[in-house]
């Protein structure tokens, strides 16, 4: 029989030439997952105003692209347009809830409001914080430089008349200490730290008279 001599032969040519059937180790297609860092406000400084209603920190909105975890970058340089996912690094979840779990936790830490709940609470709340993140991506200057850019619209209703108390959209870039999707990951990490604090210092400079205690069912 000849096929013991064509085995050999076949595993030979393997040894010399190299097989493209082999698989290259587990790291090279390991995708990687990241998160955002913990976000604490600095301490509370005595006599620091505090609003006495509930606020709710509605889980944001945004395009289909950032409610996935994938982590996008453009290439500025060619065409900033294009909005582009990297292959092996991605978020722990949609970029849209690490937004709104960041803001949640860094304005219920901040004693600025009574309370501040998420919509699974289902308690009676004053005011709703509604978020639209409108970008939330590394973008590429040039092949060695990038920044991350992070986009949000922030708009404060009264839930008792549906009535808008303030809007203001914030934007924020940090540079990149790496052009790649570590780097990418530092720098949007950053940027939203920089926002949340943003957000947070428009809500504290609101008057008391935008922000005041709604009456229950009982006391209309």
């Known amino acids: 029989m000849r096929y013991p001599l064509l085995t050999a032969l076949l595993a030979t040519t393997c040894l010399i030439q190299g097989?493209?059937?082999?698989?290259?180790?587990?790291?090279?297609?390991?995708?990687?997952?990241?998160?955002?860092?913990?976000?604490?406000?600095s301490a509370r400084p005595t006599?620091?105003?505090?609003?006495?209603?509930?606020?709710?920190?509605?889980?944001a909105e945004a395009p289909s692209w950032f409610q996935n975890p994938s982590l996008y970058y453009r290439l500025a340089y060619r065409d900033g347009r294009v909005l582009q996912p990297y292959a092996r690094s991605r978020w722990v979840?949609?970029?849209?809830?690490?937004?709104?779990?960041?803001?949640?936790?860094?304005?219920?830490?901040?004693?600025?409001?009574?309370?501040?709940?998420?919509?699974?609470?289902?308690?009676?709340?004053d005011y709703a914080l509604r978020v639209t993140l409108e970008d939330f991506s590394q973008v590429f200057q040039s092949p060695d430089t990038?920044?991350?850019?992070?986009?949000?619209?922030?708009?404060?209703?009264?839930?008792?008349?549906?009535?808008?108390?303030?809007?203001q959209v914030f934007e924020q870039e940090v540079q990149a200490p790496s052009a790649?999707?570590?780097?990418?990951?530092?720098?949007l990490d950053q940027a939203s730290a920089i926002l949340v604090e943003a957000v947070n210092g428009w809500l504290a400079d609101l008057g008391p008279e935008q922000l005041r205690p709604q009456p229950g069912p009982d006391q209309t």
Request: overall charge positive.
């Open 19 to 41: 097989c493209t059937s082999i698989r290259p180790p587990a790291e090279a297609t390991m995708v990687r997952e990241y998160s955002l860092s913990g976000l604490q406000p």
């Open 47 to 59: 006599g620091q105003k505090r609003f006495p209603v509930v606020l709710l920190v509605s889980t």
């Open 93 to 125: 979840g949609p970029a849209a809830e690490l937004l709104t779990q960041r803001l949640h936790a860094y304005l219920a830490a901040s004693g600025l409001f009574k309370a501040v709940l998420g919509p699974e609470d289902g308690a009676r709340v």
């Open 146 to 167: 990038s920044f991350g850019h992070v986009r949000a619209r922030l708009t404060l209703v009264e839930l008792a008349s549906q009535r808008v108390v303030a809007q």
């Open 180 to 187: 790649d999707a570590r780097g990418g990951v530092i720098a």
